[in-house]
């Protein structure tokens, strides 16, 4: 009984799954090939059993008698095979099968015109059935690889859009600490320093207050008033003051455009991602359900990625408009060699959906919700 457990493995391999599923949709084939092969099994049977039966016949062999022919070689008798048409079943199918094991074979003339009329007749009875069961295996097998394909198309566009969606949080993050910056705040603000240090800074004391300087600021020292030293110009004080590197007003304003263009790609890519996987999903749904031709399918879907593949070339600020229409226009015209095509079931709702999507596609090309 252990032995079927091995079923069990059905409900974790796909490959078991897979086979469950074609002959559960090929069960009218296998109602038929049985039929057929029951008639053939029938009528081949009697034919044969009549043809090589041969006489009964006591001998000394056989002192109770038996069914006899003659052998191979036509100079002996041997005893028949053919014993009864139940027992012609085996040779029917094996002779149908074309397997031939050779424990039984007719040697009369008639005998052998029926197993060659069974053979013949077996690869036909074989073949109609099976085509049906190899259409449905390989439909089932390509939904399977379809589903397979869109989970990773799936997954391949949240990933996407999750690195998209962090690096635009990241260039938006660094465009304002620039213009914190920009405006004098710092992005961490720490303890002010003292309005006696910067005063004591500026005017040449070395950070030291005015009552520091006339203690002597240490042993030995000699007291000084700050009135006793000369003090720096106001030039002098005011360049002590500023920053040391201050960037022009030029390379700021570069900054925040590619700042910007980081941003806009950024969400553009993620919105392309997104709407590329929309659209090639329906292209390859419509293929399933016959809405548009083999050929149409294969060409759309390579319009589709010539696009996607303007998002791998570096420092990418602007997707090629002249391209994305040209696919625009390429779509469209499979779309009407789909509806000239008498092999395609297609409808206005279809051209409709498809183009739509297609449309959407494209406008997440030019990144229609950010500022100009």
Same mark, same amino acid.
């Given at each position: 009984?252990?032995? *079927?457990? $091995?079923?069990?493995? +059905? !409900? ?10 074609? %002959?559960? #949709? ?21 034919m044969?059993?009549f ?11 056989y002192p ?16 028949s ?5 139940p027992?012609?079943?085996?040779w029917?199918?094996v ?9 039984? *074979?007719? $040697?009369?003339?008639? +005998? !052998?015109?029926v ?8 690869? %036909?009875? #074989? ?8 259409a449905n295996?390989?439909?089932e ?21 999750d ?5 635009v ?18 992005a ?22 005015s ?7 240490g042993?030995?020292?000699t ?13 002098t ?13 030029v ?7 590619e ?10 890519r ?7 996987s ?16 083999q ?8 319009e ?8 791998n ?37 279809t ?22």
């Amino acid at each position: 009984a252990r032995v *079927f457990r $091995v079923f069990k493995m +059905g !409900k974790y391999s796909k490959g078991m799954s897979l086979l469950t599923n074609v %002959l559960l #949709l090929s069960a009218p084939a296998l109602k038929l090939l049985c039929f057929f092969s029951l008639i053939g099994m029938i009528l081949f049977g009697s034919m044969i059993f009549f043809c090589e039966q041969g006489e009964w016949m006591v001998t000394a062999d056989y002192p109770d008698g038996a069914y006899l022919r003659r052998d191979v070689t036509g100079t002996a008798f041997e005893p028949s095979p053919f014993l009864s048409i139940p027992t012609c079943f085996w040779w029917v199918i094996v002779t149908q099968t074309t397997v031939g094991y050779g424990d039984m *074979f007719p $040697v009369t003339d008639a +005998g !052998k015109v029926v197993g060659s009329i069974c053979m013949v007749s077996g690869i %036909l009875v #074989l073949a109609l059935p099976i085509t049906i069961i190899g259409a449905n295996f390989s439909n089932e097998y390509g939904r399977v690889q379809s589903e397979e394909k869109r989970e990773a198309m799936e997954l391949a566009a949240e990933l996407a859009e999750d690195a998209a969606r962090a690096e635009v949080e990241k260039a938006l993050k660094e465009a304002e600490e620039k213009k914190n910056r920009k405006n004098g705040k710092p992005a961490n603000v720490g303890r002010a320093p003292s309005f006696t240090f910067g005063m004591g800074k500026a005017m040449g004391l070395g950070g030291k207050s005015s009552a520091q300087v006339a203690d002597g600021g240490g042993v030995g020292s000699t007291a000084v008033t700050p009135f006793e030293l000369e003090l720096p110009s106001s030039r002098t004080m005011f360049e002590s003051m500023a920053p040391s590197r201050v960037p022009s007003m030029v390379d700021e304003s570069d900054s925040e455009d590619e700042d910007e263009d980081v941003i806009r790609m950024s969400k553009v890519r993620s919105d392309m991602n997104r709407k590329s996987s929309d659209l090639q999903l329906m292209i390859r749904d419509y293929l399933d359900e016959a809405k548009v031709s083999q050929r149409a399918s294969s060409a759309m879907l390579d319009e589709v990625n010539e696009v996607l593949d303007l998002l791998n070339e570096e420092e990418t600020i602007h997707i090629d408009s002249e391209k994305v229409m040209a696919m625009v226009n390429m779509l469209w015209y499979w779309l009407r060699k789909c509806d000239a095509d008498p092999a395609v079931v297609t409808n206005k709702r279809t051209r409709e959906l498809l183009l739509k999507a297609t449309l959407d596609f494209a406008s997440s090309t030019v990144g229609l919700d950010m500022p100009r």
